[in-house]
């Protein structure tokens, strides 16, 4: 374990824990399955109280990162995304006209990962991510069923990736996603061409992705963006204009 501690006297009791767990992971000097020291030991080196230590772990429990046994002490976790996920989504969510920043961090996340896939993706990957375009084109006038199988695909992708860091990324902003996804569909599901689109602007990328084209396949990915914004666009311009009286 790490010598090195979370002296700064800036930091409560219950920060000098989180920077000490947060720095003996990422230099591997914790890694999942281990045993933290015993509280009084812990509590001594990191110069703060057992009560605040024992609340500390507890909190870092109670985000999936300690298991602790009674009687044998805590043990490090393997972090559980949807653990994270949920933080990011009850963090973000409480900012002002988030969706839109969101998807901004999805542009960046996909069009790395999409790269990625081409020359990563297993066959295994590819019948997966051809499984979840046959799912979208089943359920293309269904907002809800749709939405989310349109998420489905996207996820699809950067887990082809075989990127960690992304999935762990594009997981983080998971919900907030596929809740997008299902409103840009409530929104443009009567608009003249969706249908159309929404299969052949898929089925391109998917392509790109078989045929192992990384260019192809970012610049066919960001026009699906680009188009899907436009769709979007036009579709609220028609809700709120005014039709003349007939």
């Known amino acids: 374990m790490s010598t090195v501690l979370a002296e700064n006297d800036d930091l409560s009791g219950a920060e000098k824990v989180f920077a000490f767990f947060r720095d003996a992971l990422v230099d591997g000097s914790l890694k999942p399955g281990e045993r933290l020291l015993g509280e009084r030991e812990l509590s001594l080196r990191l110069g703060v109280s057992r009560p605040v230590l024992r609340e500390a772990l507890r909190s870092l429990s109670m985000l999936g990162f300690l298991d602790i046994r009674h009687g044998k002490g805590a043990y490090v976790r393997q972090a559980d995304i949807n653990v994270l996920s949920d933080f990011f989504t009850f963090s973000l969510a409480q900012q002002p006209d988030i969706l839109d920043d969101v998807m901004q961090a999805r542009i960046a996340i996909e069009c790395q990962a999409i790269r990625l896939a081409c020359e990563r993706a297993t066959e295994t990957d590819l019948k997966h991510i051809g499984s979840r375009l046959t799912q979208l084109m089943d359920t293309l006038h269904d907002p809800m069923d749709g939405g989310a199988a349109d998420f489905a695909f996207h996820q699809a992708i950067v887990e082809a990736s075989r990127s960690e860091a992304l999935v762990t990324l594009y997981g983080a902003i ?12 409530e929104v443009t599901v009567s608009e003249p061409g969706i249908v159309d689109y929404l299969v052949e602007a898929h089925r391109e990328v998917f392509l790109s992705i078989v045929e192992r084209d990384a260019d192809a396949a970012d610049r066919k990915l960001r026009d699906h963006f680009a188009i899907g914004d436009e769709f979007r666009r036009r579709s609220l311009i028609s809700a709120f204009t005014r039709r003349p009286q007939t």
Do not use: A, D, K, Y
Not at 174 to 185: C, I
């Open 174 to 185: 998971g919900e907030l996603l596929r809740r997008s996804h299902v409103q840009r569909r």
